[in-house]
Structures are given as structure tokens and as C-alpha cells.
């Protein structure tokens, strides 16, 4: 069973704030709070979800995935993939590409500790972001209205808007599936279609 999730929306990238609403999914009950009212009992383990757009997904070569080497190397391995300083940035290492790349996600450190300040004494066990949740094999876009998330097997993880999407669907890797809530009109380019009647719900059952 997943654990109760609070999912950030893209606002949360330029807002810090307890009174952001933010979506809370615990089991198939999908409910839009202000985040300090959404935050689990504090026995509770919960789940934080990022929106993508607040984060830099790095593809780079690692040599190897031991802690003691990452915490000294794992910085210089991204820093010329980066805008700005990579000091400024909290690192996490995710999946692994077919040809051995490992994606690093970067985060600004003042950012993250501001939502994580928010949650007082009930901090998240675990911290991920929404669209490497779409993990399974060949692309899988999940159509959130106006906002779709990219994920899958290849380098992609990204949010984008369904106008976007024809120019981005022959760089992306198939199977295309799709999945939509009841009434959105399915993608073209796609090679599967799948309604969802809760599509957060859905989501924060992606391990």
C-alpha cells in the first residue's frame, strides 16, 4: 500500500507558503488542502512529491554508486550541467539509463529546506519527484489537463503542455502510452490510451 502523498503543484516553485493548496492522496481519497492542513498526523509516515519544473534532471556517466565516493565526486560529475553553482544545489542520484547513465537530480538547497521547514516535527520519510514516478518501459505521458508529465524508460522527465507534445513524440522512446482522466481528449502520436478516474491517485501508487 503507498504511502499518503502531498503533491507540490508547479506555484510551489516560486511559493513557499503553509498556505499553498496543495493535493493530498492517501489510498484512492484525492483532496486539495493548504499544505499545513494536509500534512499527515505526525505518527504517520507520508510521501512529498516534487513538481518537475522545480527540479534538473542530469544525465551523467558514474563510475560507480558507493555513498562515500558520491558525497566527494557526485558534485563535479554535474557542475558544468548547471546553470548556477552546484553548491546551491541538493543532489540525488535515480535511475539508470540502458547505456549506463545515471539520472541526478538537482534541487536548490534554500528551496527544499523552506517546504521541509514547513513541515515542522513530521518530515516526509521520503522525497521524489512527480514525473520519475512514470517509470515503466518506452514513454508513458500522464495527461493532468493543461500540465502532462513525461516519463518512462527513456532520458525524458519533464512537464510539458499537450501542444508540445507532436514536436517531442518522435525524439521519445515506444511504447507511447498515454493515460487520461475520463473526458480528456486522447493524444495523437501515442500507441496506447488508458482512461483513469483518479489519475493522482493512480500516480502516487507508482513505486
Do not use: N
Not at 56 to 77: D, E, G, H, Y
Not at 88 to 112: I, K, M
Request: proline fraction near 8%; include cysteine; glycine fraction near 6%.
Amino acid at each position: 500500500m503507498s504511502l499518503p502523498t502531498l503533491f507540490l503543484p508547479p506555484q510551489a516553485c516560486t511559493q513557499v507558503a503553509a498556505e499553498l493548496l496543495v493535493w493530498q492522496v492517501d489510498g484512492d481519497i484525492c483532496s486539495q488542502r493548504p499544505f499545513a492542513e494536509a500534512l499527515p498526523d505526525a505518527a504517520r509516515a507520508w510521501r512529498l512529491v516534487l513538481p518537475v519544473e522545480a527540479v534538473t534532471v542530469c544525465l551523467v556517466q558514474l563510475p560507480t554508486t558507493k555513498a562515500r565516493w558520491l558525497q566527494k565526486a557526485l558534485p563535479f560529475a554535474v557542475e558544468e550541467l548547471l546553470a548556477e553553482d552546484v553548491e546551491q544545489f541538493h543532489l540525488s542520484v535515480g535511475g539508470q539509463l540502458a547505456d549506463g547513465r545515471h539520472r541526478v537530480y538537482a534541487v536548490r538547497r534554500a528551496w527544499l529546506a523552506g517546504w521541509l521547514a514547513l513541515c515542522g516535527s513530521q518530515p516526509p520519510q521520503r522525497i521524489e519527484v512527480d514525473a520519475d514516478l512514470l517509470s515503466e518501459e518506452g514513454s508513458q505521458l500522464l495527461c493532468l489537463g493543461e500540465r502532462w508529465l513525461l516519463g518512462g524508460s527513456g532520458e525524458a522527465r519533464l512537464a510539458l503542455r499537450g501542444e508540445d507534445w507532436p514536436q517531442l513524440a518522435e525524439l521519445c522512446p515506444s511504447p507511447r502510452v498515454a493515460r487520461v482522466a475520463p473526458g480528456q481528449v486522447a493524444p495523437a502520436h501515442v500507441d496506447e490510451v488508458h482512461e483513469l478516474a483518479a489519475p493522482l491517485a493512480w500516480l502516487a501508487r507508482q513505486q
